[in-house]
Structure formats: C-alpha cells, structure tokens
C-alpha cells in the first residue's frame, strides 16, 4: 500500500512537470508571432534581419524622400543620423505624418528595402516614442523640442 502511494505520487509530479512544460511550449510559440523588436535604421544596416523576421523600426522621416506613388503606395527613408532605410508602405499614412517628423514603422526588410504594414507618427507636437528618441541619442542628432533642424 505505502508502495502504490508513493509511486502514485511521482505519476501525478511527473504528469504535473510534463503538463508545465507543454504550457510554456505553447504559450512561447503563441508569442512568437506577436514579438515584434525594435531597431533603428543604423541597426538594420549593420546586421539586415531575415526577410521572413517582422520588426518595428523608426526614426525621422528623412527630408526630401517622401514620394507618393500610384494609388496608395507611398515611398520615403527612416534615418536616426546614421543611416537610412528606404520605406514602402501601401495604405493610408496617419494625418501628422510628414518629412522631419517622428515615425515608428512595422513590417519586414525585403531585398534592401523595408517594407511596411503599420506606420505611427507622433500624436502631438512634443512626443516622440521612446525607442526612437534612444535611436537618436545614441546617434548624437537628437534635439528635444524640435530644436535643430
């Protein structure tokens, strides 16, 4: 009896640990598809990701690039002072989007180029997402409150 008992309770923590680790498994393959890391453009230049790896980049929209296209597709470069990365994006910018200003971008980089589903521009005046600003600041062009360019 104290045999069976004993032997019931390693089937049941055994049971528990492999229940554990299937849960862990399925939870990191759900994540997968929803970690989306950050880079800016110095990055992507340095080491180019994977065309089937989807990232968010950002930085200013470089002046002069901004170019739109036939229908919807609208073509510009990202740069953080170091680099620029060209940008394809097919569909409708957000209303503050423009040269000079702040932009966050997600999609994938195909063949030299990033190709984009979401672009995000800064809400107002003063904000700029974190990630991008650290970008600029570690390529010594950022300037709090508009104050360069």
Partial sequence: MRGLKKKRRIQIIALAFVSLALAVGLIG??????I?????????????PS??????????VEQGSLQRGQGETVRFRVTDGGGAVPVTFRGVLPDLFGEDQGM?????YI??????TEILAKHDESYMPKEVIDALKEQGVYQPD???S
């Fill in 104 to 108: 966050v971008g997600t999609g994938r």
């Fill in 29 to 34: 393959y759900a994540f997968q598809d929803g």
């Fill in 51 to 60: 065309p089937n790896e989807t990232f968010r980049i950002g930085g200013l």
């Fill in 146 to 148: 508009g104050e360069g």
């Fill in 111 to 116: 063949n030299g180029v990033f190709e984009a």
């Fill in 36 to 48: 989306n890391f950050f880079r800016s453009p110095s990055q992507v230049l340095a080491e180019p």
